[in-house]
């Protein structure tokens, strides 16, 4: 059961709607995980995060030369690797998820959004950068 975040993931383990969480370890605010006392971590793994892309709306026309930028603030490095150098950015924002960056573009907030391909396919939007992965370590929780 996919949720919008990682604290609504935590507050279904610890009601026991779910039975485990996997979080990126990434993830800004992932010691609340570590030190509650009624979850414990399970296992970790390594694997790698669906592709990571600039993307705009598929029905978008040319894009100014200083377009906005919405992210989840963990991969906000890869914005440097990623945006083409004839776009300098007039604004970067922060959402709380990559879909959620992905919606608010094809809502028509921003003008782009750093998202992974899921959710730009989800919500229509196409890449107009290179596309890569994530190489992450992930962590699984359980209740005690």
Do not use: C
Request: proline letters at 8%; a negative charge.
């Amino acid at each position: 059961m996919l949720k919008a975040t990682y604290e609504q993931a935590l507050e279904d383990l610890t009601a026991g709607i779910v039975s485990h969480v996997v979080v990126a370890n990434a993830y800004r605010d992932i010691h609340p995980f570590y030190m509650a006392d009624d979850i414990a971590l399970a296992s970790i793994f390594v694997m790698d995060t669906p592709l990571y892309g600039i993307a705009q709306r598929a029905d978008g026309g040319p894009l100014s030369d200083h377009p906005s930028v919405v992210t989840h603030p963990s991969p906000r490095p890869l914005l440097d690797q990623l945006l083409p150098p004839t776009h300098r950015l007039s604004e970067v924002s922060t959402a709380d998820s990559t879909s959620q960056a992905a919606q608010a573009v094809a809502e028509g907030r921003y003008d782009l959004a750093l998202t992974t391909e899921p959710a730009a396919t989800r919500h229509g939007l196409r890449f107009i950068s290179r596309l890569r992965p994530i190489r992450m370590v992930w962590s699984v929780f359980v209740r005690t």
